[in-house]
């Protein structure tokens, strides 16, 4: 039977939208690409992942000892093949709120030898079984580079300066000596550090004023430099104006990044996804604290440090972000473990979202870490026995694997809805991507229950028709994967033989698809 979706699939695209326009309900949304205007240029740090020392995300996610599922050195091999998919090219450690009590010493040397400690934070018994060499190894092994945070609430500046030393120094000192001594002659060069971890809020232990935390974060900084100045370091920031104002006055001059952290999450399958627009909202509060502190440090004699004035303006580093929202219900019992995030496609559908605004603002945020990588409100949900993957690690992984690295000009309008707290939403997220002779056009359909159809017009970049179309989604917005169903959300591909200049293309109720599109 001839229906009005396969009516209107057989006409023309012209036709198709003077048809919706007329009716006065369009469903089409019009989408204009420029491959000719470039507006971002996307950092592949983006991708980064963050591993804590909670719950089971590294003892019995990634670490498991004793486990025959594991290699000699205690790696979860099935965990590791799933990390290698998702090719993280950074990982944070150790923390997350985790590093205010953390002293990296207690992590090193023989592993019979480390003393087991109370963990303020989470309120759990560390063994220090995983340490520093134990993250260089499997950062190693996965190919990524390691981001390091210090402990700036009960640490001190000398403790930060004696861990870059260990980890990267080469002269005849002590701290060197100390990392050859454990068997890495070699130092591992870690590159990013992070200049704690939400020293605003009062659950970090040793929180700080703005100011308190700029006085000890700089004399940090410039001991670490001192040691070795190709660091790159984070500052913290705390997704308030001032707060990061005053940091960056002080700190402006030597650190490359500040932190943006982010996380959201109802059961109102809407507004969950409207919620990107306010974590973009946060992106332009830190920005614009970013201009403002750049532009009164270039304008002051003395500076508050003796650096050379940096050609390139503060990055922001988004290092915490996720939807987690059964936590925040002490009310619903069914959840026995609330860091343990069982996701669903919605889910999916607004990480994908999230990587979206990082690739538009990608000449801004030049790196972000999802929080986190295994068990704990993650992508990756393992037991004793083997692991799944959650609909969240669909899009990460296509993401990652298929983007280009030039993001350029998309301009859409269709139909959308009314957030009370994010205003007018499209159904239709759009961002497009090039990379060589490649065009990546991401979508994602909100909308709940429709499919929704698409006019696109393509210029500066000629489609052959011969293209590829991946698509995640599933029976419902509700659907999981889980130990007894693991492949209830997963990545279908296809091959596409009508990609056009002018082409239009129906995008399933609630999914994430990819069209891809060759010269």
Same mark, same amino acid.
């Given at each position: 039977? =001839? ?86 090219? =950074? ?46 190894? &499997? ?12 402990? #700036? ?7 930060? +300066? ?6 990267? !120094?080469?002269?005849?000192?002590? &701290? ?41 974060? #700089? ?13 790159? #370091?984070?500052?913290?920031?705390? !997704? ?28 109102? &399958? ?62 619903? $019992? ?36 999802? +929080? ?14 083997? =692991? ?39 159904? #239709? ?17 909100? %909308?709940?229950?429709?499919?929704? !159809? ?39 591909? $296809? ?14 109720? %609630? ?6 599109? !060759?010269?």
């Amino acid at each position: 039977m =001839m229906t009005r979706r396969r009516l209107l699939a057989t006409l023309p695209a012209a036709a198709l939208l003077r048809g919706q326009q007329n009716s006065g309900t369009s469903d089409v949304t019009r989408v204009r690409i420029d491959a000719g205007e470039i507006t971002a240029r996307v950092n592949p740090m983006i991708f980064g992942q963050f591993i804590e020392h909670l719950g089971r995300c590294i003892y019995g996610g990634i670490y498991e000892e004793g486990s025959p599922l594991s290699d000699e050195r205690g790696f979860r091999k099935d965990v590791l093949a799933a990390v290698k998919r998702l090719n993280p090219p =950074m990982l944070r450690w150790p923390g997350g709120n985790f590093v205010s009590s953390y002293h990296w010493e207690d992590g090193v040397g023989p592993k019979d030898q480390r003393p087991r400690r109370f963990d303020t934070a989470w309120f759990a018994v560390e063994p220090n079984r995983f340490g520093t060499n134990e993250c260089i190894e &499997y950062c190693r092994a996965i190919g990524a580079e390691p981001y390091f945070c210090i402990n #700036l609430g009960t640490g001190t500046i000398e403790e930060a +300066a004696n861990w870059v030393e260990y980890c990267n !120094g080469t002269s005849d000192t002590h &701290y060197a000596n100390l990392r050859q001594k454990h068997g890495y002659a070699e130092p591992h060069n870690v590159k990013y550090w992070g200049l704690g971890n939400e020293i605003y809020g009062t659950w970090q232990a040793g929180h700080k004023s703005a100011e308190d935390y700029a006085k000890v974060a #700089l004399e940090a900084a410039k001991m670490m430099k001192w040691i070795d100045p190709s660091i790159r #370091l984070v500052a913290c920031g705390a !997704g308030d104006p001032q707060w990061d104002l005053t940091v960056l006055e002080s700190l402006g001059a030597i650190v490359d990044y500040i932190s943006v952290h982010f996380y959201t999450g109802s059961d109102d &399958y809407y507004e969950t996804l409207a919620s990107v627009k306010r974590a973009e909202h946060q992106l332009q509060l830190a920005d614009s604290a970013i201009e403002i502190a750049m532009s009164r440090i270039r304008g002051h004699e003395p500076r508050s440090v003796d650096f050379p004035l940096r050609e390139k303006r503060v990055e922001l580093a988004f290092d915490e972000w996720n939807i987690w929202y059964r936590r925040r219900d002490g009310r619903n $019992r069914a959840v026995k473990d609330k860091l343990e995030e069982p996701y669903n496609l919605r889910d999916a559908l607004w990480t994908t979202s999230m990587l979206h605004l990082f690739q538009r603002w990608g000449d801004k945020v030049t790196m972000a870490n999802l +929080a986190q990588m295994v068990n704990v409100i993650a992508p990756i949900h393992t037991n004793p026995q083997g =692991m799944y993957l959650e609909p969240n690690f669909f899009p990460l992984e296509l993401y990652r694997a298929h983007s280009g690295d030039r993001v350029i000009h998309s301009w859409t309008d269709g139909p959308g809805y009314d957030s009370p707290t994010a205003g007018r939403t499209q159904y #239709l997220d759009v961002c497009a991507t090039l990379a060589s002779e490649r065009l990546a056009i991401g979508v994602v359909n909100r %909308h709940k229950d429709r499919p929704l !159809g698409a006019q696109f017009e393509i210029s500066g970049f000629k489609p052959g028709r011969a293209g590829k179309v991946f698509t995640i989604n599933g029976p419902s917005p509700d659907a999981a994967n889980s130990f007894e169903q693991p492949n209830l959300v997963a990545t279908a591909t $296809r091959d596409y033989s009508d990609f056009s200049s002018q082409f239009t293309f129906e995008f399933p109720a %609630h999914s994430v698809t990819m069209l891809e599109l !060759g010269t």
